[in-house]
Every structure is written in structure tokens, then in C-alpha cells.
């Protein structure tokens, strides 16, 4: 049995990391049917990342167990050099699963974006777990990732450190990505693919149930909200007044019930739960209810998604599960990502830009796609095999590593 070690998001409090696990998972089963997964993360609650890593079927080592970054690297030198494992207990198995990993694949969905990793610390810690592999010899890919914008001169440095000398496959998931490798300079072999996300599988609950029932009286239509788009807007308060205007157009013209859909839940400020509070607060009137999201699986809400008639995602893996499951959507975008899951399926037009004048004019790009859903849902059935190739093409790439004469014993 092949052990892959995962880095990258938790399990918990965003729905984007299980999308990516899951996805991942399945579609390396196609060429990979025995492994066994372990997920280094940090979560924001211990408890809650072990009880979804048993649904998702991994096994869990918090990042804090191998924190410390002069006492890790010393503890690698130990271990590597010397063949004892040192360190307090944790650390040593954390450490013993980096070296008996068959191949670590790191699936942080955004790479080497100056506004997301903006300080040269973090920016330095980003490849630690690289460092460590490539230490025991452990191969290393970077899977599914969008790469950029980096201009910042430090920033590119360390992309190319990191991506040319520890790195030995690099799976971009969009071409303007590629375009970004190409411009820092990277070596590696890289292939662009789409995100495995699009491979998640969907799953029944009994709101999306409830929410089948409802659709033979009025039209459902979500929007899934973003303390990205809330921040990265001309203010707050023009995304939520936005926000609130299109509900109240999506009731009036469409006598639609609305869903409004947070994808991710922190104890601070960047919290789509707070947002969509926000707004639930000022539409008391309107047709439309939050979501509880919060403890779903990212199956089950893709499977809320698929009963939708319609979405408006300014998150992106609401977009991924719309796109996949022939939902027509409209995208509110902050970063090329977007525009490019969309173009993956020849849905480019669909596209309201937050960093743009624009957002007043939601409400009309959304008639425009009402007026078009029927023959949007014929293109995302026709695309959708194509980019679920493409995902197995990534994978088997991949799986050729782990059958390659330089893999770690």
C-alpha cells in the first residue's frame, strides 16, 4: 500500500480543502486503488479536523507537532544523518510519517501570491515539509494549484528555490498559472491540468432534499458569499448592498427562494458566516434563508448546489461544484482562477469582476444568464468529460512517479 503524505488545507472550517482532499483521492483510485493518506494541517479545532479526517478517511497530524523550525531542522539532521529519531513524541511521528511517506503532495489551492503570503517569513516557511522530504528522499509534488500574481522580487526568489530544487512535479490548474511558472523561471516538469475538485463526488442530505421538493413550486438560486469579495470590494459596505439588491431582485422578478451559501467559518474577521449574517439581517422580508454549512462535507453541499436551479459564486469551489454538476453560474471574481474554471468549460462571459466598476451590474448579468441557463446546461454536460480527462491525466502523472526508479524505499 502507497502512503502519500497531504499538505495544504484543513479538513474543517473551509469547505475549499475537502473539495481538493476528496476530489484528489478519488481520482487517484483510478491508478492508485491501495493507499493510505495522512493529512498535516493546521486546523482551527483539533477535535473537529479528527472527526472529518475519519468521513474523508485519512489519518491526521496537526502542523504543531512539528513546529519549531530550528529544532525540526535539527531533528531532520538527527534522523537522516544519524538514523535515530529525536524530539518529543509527537515530532517523532510526525517526523517518521514525513520518512516513510511514499510521495508528499502539497494541495494548497493558491501558490506564491504575494497578497495571500505576504510576509517573507511566511513565505519562507511555505516549503519546510519540501525541505524535510527531500531530506529522506521522498519525491514531492505540488498538485492542483493556482500560481500567482508574484512580482514581489523575495517572493520570486524563493518560488524558484522551491519549485526547481524541491520539488518534482508541478500539476498548475489553469494556463494563466503556467504562464506564471514560466515567467519566475521554474525547470520542474509542469503540466497544467484542471482542479481535482471537479472530481468530488456529490452526496444527498436532507436539505438538498428539501430543496429538490421546493424547486417544483419556484425557482432556488444561490449565492455563495466571500469575506474575500467583502474585503477586496471598494468597501464593505458596497458588497453587502449588492449583495442585498440582487436577493431582492431575485424575489421580485424570479419569485425565487434564495440560498445564501458561506463556504468558510474562522473565529475572526475572515469569516463568510459573518457575512452572510450580515445580509441575512438586512433582507428580513425576502424570500431566502443561510445555509447551515459550517459541519457538511463538501459533498453534501456540492449536492445543495446541484439542486439549485442557478448560483452567483463569488467562492471559488462553489463554483468548481456548479460547474461540475451543470449548474449554470455566474462567477464574482477577485483573482484569474475564476476565469479560468470558466473558460475550462467555455463560460468565460459569466464573469463579474470585484476588483472592478462593474458590480453594479449583477443583477443584469444574472438575467442574461437566466435567459441562457437551458443551453448552459447543455455546454457544462458537454465539457464536463473533457476536464474530467484532463484530472486523469494529472493523476496519472502523478502515479508514473511512484513507479519511477527514484522512489524513496
Known amino acids: 500500500m502507497k502512503k502519500f503524505l497531504i499538505t495544504g488545507a484543513a479538513l474543517s472550517a473551509n469547505l475549499g480543502g475537502p473539495s481538493l482532499q476528496a476530489g484528489m483521492q478519488k481520482v487517484l483510485s483510478k491508478f492508485i486503488p491501495e493507499a493510505d493518506y495522512t493529512l498535516v494541517c493546521s486546523p482551527q479545532k483539533i477535535a473537529d479536523e479528527e472527526e472529518l479526517a475519519r468521513r474523508y478517511n485519512v489519518k491526521f497530524i496537526p502542523s504543531k507537532h512539528l513546529a519549531g523550525k530550528m529544532r525540526l531542522l535539527a531533528c531532520a539532521f538527527v534522523a537522516k544523518f544519524l538514523g535515530r529519531l529525536i524530539g518529543p513524541k509527537q515530532m517523532k511521528d510526525g517526523f517518521q510519517a514525513i520518512k516513510d511517506a511514499d510521495i508528499l503532495i502539497d494541495t494548497w489551492g493558491i501558490a506564491f501570491n504575494d497578497t495571500l503570503e505576504k510576509t517573507f517569513r511566511g513565505r519562507l516557511t511555505r516549503g519546510r515539509y519540501w525541505f524535510l522530504a527531500k531530506m529522506f528522499g521522498t519525491p514531492v509534488v505540488k498538485y492542483t494549484s493556482a500560481f500567482g500574481p508574484c512580482e514581489a522580487w523575495s517572493h520570486r526568489l524563493l518560488a524558484r528555490i522551491y519549485l526547481n530544487y524541491f520539488c518534482d512535479l508541478i500539476i498548475a490548474r489553469d494556463m494563466e498559472s503556467g504562464e506564471v511558472l514560466k515567467d519566475i523561471g521554474v525547470s520542474t516538469p509542469y503540466m497544467v491540468c484542471p482542479d481535482t475538485a471537479f472530481f468530488l463526488g456529490v452526496m444527498e442530505t436532507e436539505k438538498s432534499r428539501e430543496i429538490a421538493i421546493l424547486r417544483?413550486?419556484?425557482?432556488?438560486?444561490?449565492?455563495?458569499?466571500?469575506?474575500?469579495?467583502?474585503?477586496?470590494?471598494?468597501?464593505?459596505?458596497?458588497?453587502?448592498?449588492?449583495?442585498?439588491?440582487?436577493?431582492?431582485?431575485?424575489?421580485?422578478?424570479?419569485?425565487?427562494?434564495?440560498?445564501?451559501?458561506?463556504?468558510?467559518?474562522?473565529?475572526?474577521?475572515?469569516?463568510?458566516?459573518?457575512?452572510?449574517?450580515?445580509?441575512?439581517?438586512?433582507?428580513?422580508?425576502?424570500?431566502?434563508?443561510?445555509?447551515?454549512?459550517?459541519?457538511?462535507?463538501?459533498?453534501?453541499?456540492?449536492?445543495?448546489?446541484?439542486?439549485?436551479?442557478?448560483?452567483?459564486?463569488?467562492?471559488?469551489?462553489?463554483?468548481?461544484?456548479?460547474?461540475?454538476?451543470?449548474?449554470?453560474?455566474?462567477?464574482?471574481?477577485?483573482?484569474?482562477?475564476?476565469?479560468?474554471?470558466?473558460?475550462?468549460?467555455?463560460?468565460?462571459?459569466?464573469?463579474?469582476?470585484?476588483?472592478?466598476?462593474?458590480?453594479?451590474?449583477?443583477?443584469?448579468?444574472?438575467?442574461?444568464?437566466?435567459?441562457?441557463?437551458?443551453?448552459?446546461?447543455?455546454?457544462?454536460?458537454?465539457?464536463?468529460?473533457?476536464?474530467?480527462?484532463?484530472?486523469?491525466?494529472?493523476?496519472?502523472?502523478?502515479?508514473?512517479?511512484?513507479?519511477?526508479?527514484?522512489?524513496?524505499?
Open 216 to 409: 417544483k413550486q419556484k425557482p432556488v438560486i444561490g449565492i455563495s458569499v466571500s469575506h474575500q469579495s467583502y474585503f477586496r470590494a471598494s468597501s464593505p459596505e458596497v458588497y453587502v448592498s449588492m449583495m442585498v439588491d440582487l436577493i431582492h431582485h431575485l424575489n421580485k422578478k424570479y419569485s425565487a427562494h434564495v440560498l445564501i451559501l458561506p463556504n468558510e467559518f474562522t473565529d475572526g474577521e475572515f469569516d463568510d458566516g459573518a457575512v452572510a449574517q450580515e445580509i441575512y439581517n438586512l433582507v428580513p422580508d425576502a424570500d431566502c434563508e443561510v445555509i447551515q454549512t459550517r459541519n457538511l462535507m463538501a459533498e453534501e453541499f456540492k449536492g445543495i448546489v446541484k439542486e439549485c436551479d442557478a448560483i452567483v459564486a463569488a467562492r471559488y469551489h462553489t463554483l468548481i461544484a456548479s460547474l461540475s454538476t451543470g449548474v449554470p453560474v455566474l462567477a464574482i471574481a477577485w483573482h484569474h482562477k475564476y476565469r479560468e474554471a470558466l473558460r475550462l468549460f467555455k463560460q468565460q462571459r459569466w464573469i463579474v469582476d470585484i476588483l472592478g466598476e462593474n458590480l453594479t451590474e449583477l443583477p443584469t448579468a444574472f438575467d442574461d444568464l437566466w435567459e441562457c441557463r437551458d443551453q448552459i446546461r447543455k455546454e457544462l454536460a458537454t465539457e464536463l468529460p473533457i476536464v474530467l480527462r484532463g484530472i486523469e491525466a494529472g493523476a496519472k502523472r502523478v502515479s508514473e512517479i511512484l513507479t519511477a526508479s527514484v522512489i524513496h524505499e
